[in-house]
C-alpha cells in the first residue's frame, strides 16, 4: 500500500498526474501498483484557485479530478504506469467515464517534463496503432499547472469505504479486473 502523502516531491522518485474519471478510481488502483509511492486525490487544470469538491463537481471550473502519482523510476517505468492508465478507463470517451459525466471526468495526462509528454505522446501512438480501441483516443495530454489536494475525506476513499455503493458497484470491480484484488 502506498502512502497518501501531500504532493510535494517525494526524494528518488518522479511524478504524473492522471485523470482517468473519478478520483477515487485512479488513487484505489495506482496506490497498488508496485513501485508507486503516493497516489494522491486532488484538481488540476481549470481556472479556480482552490477550489473545493462542490466547486469542481459542477463543471465550471475547469478542473479535471485527478490523482498526483509519485514513483520510483528505478522499479516501474513511466511507460508502465501509462500502461496501466489505458487498462483503467476508457480513453475514447470524451468527459466521461461510466456514469461519471462532465469536463471535470476527462481523460488526461499532465505532464511535468517535455521528456513526460513525449512517453506520452509515444503512448498514445502505440495504442492507437494496437487497433485496441475502435474509437478515437481523446486523452488530454497538458503540461501540469498547479495541483490542488482534494479534502481529506477523498484521501483513502476507496480503503476507507469499502461497503459504499460506488466502492462495491465501480471501484471493486475496476481493481478485480486488473488483478489488485480477488
Known sequence: MTSHLAADDIAGTDKITLGAGCFWCTEAVMERVEGVKSAVSGYMGGHVENPTYRQVVTGETGHAEVAQIHFDPKVISLEEVLDIFWLMHDPTTLNRQGADAGTQYRSAIYYHSNEQKKVAEKSI??????????????????????????????????????????????????????????
Open 125 to 182: 501512438a502505440k495504442l492507437t496503432e494496437s487497433g485496441k480501441f475502435a474509437d478515437p483516443i481523446v486523452t488530454e495530454v497538458t503540461q501540469a499547472s498547479i495541483f490542488y489536494t482534494a479534502e481529506d475525506y477523498h484521501q483513502e476513499y476507496y480503503e476507507l469505504n469499502k461497503n459504499a455503493g460506488y466502492c462495491r458497484y465501480v471501484i471493486h470491480p475496476k481493481l478485480k479486473k486488473l488483478g489488485f484484488e480477488d
